[in-house]
């Protein structure tokens, strides 16, 4: 292998460096792991902001910051069952139990602490990773509802 000059090193690590970041970046898109913000289907505002992780394969959804409610700042959830119920709703794991089923992540449960509903989902990425297609369903999936989140920078 032929040795770079001084001169030349400062130029091969910055494109060494922007190589690399772009392939995390992509990599980054392929997958609802990542930080959301979620959209309210019905007003359309940002609601709040819900972090996915991958957990072994699981991924899992956790309310980072809840920027509207109509309880007021902090809300917990009144209408949970079991252990969620009355718990703050920022730090909650909303979603669990979804895994890789081809194009799609399925399989998990998803909770609306609004109403403190269980619902099957299904996840799938669309726009090159910026949008997060959030299909909460009871039964079969074609019963049910979406919601579109939006990757945050």
């Known amino acids: 292998m032929k040795h770079l000059s ?17 392939a995390v970046a992509w990599a980054a898109t392929d997958t609802p792991v990542g930080t959301w913000q979620q959209v309210d289907d019905q007003t359309g505002k940002v609601k709040s902001i819900i972090q996915i992780t991958d957990n072994n394969g699981e991924l899992q959804g ?36 979804v895994h890789k089923d081809g194009d799609v992540w399925d399989g998990g449960k998803i909770l609306d602490p609004k109403s403190g ?26 019963l049910g509802r979406s919601q579109v989140w939006i990757r945050q920078q």
Do not use: R
Request: proline share 5%; aromatic share 8%.
């Open 6 to 22: 001084k001169s030349k090193l400062p130029q091969f690590a910055f494109a060494a460096c922007l190589l690399l970041s772009s």
């Open 62 to 97: 956790k309310v980072l910051q809840v920027l509207i409610s109509e309880t007021g700042p902090h809300p917990v959830c009144t209408k949970c069952e079991g252990d969620k119920k009355d718990q703050p709703i920022e730090g909650m794991t909303i979603m669990w139990g």
């Open 117 to 142: 509903t269980v619902y099957k989902v299904k996840l799938s990425i669309s726009n090159g990773g910026q949008k997060l297609d959030v299909h909460g369903y009871v039964g079969f999936s074609l």
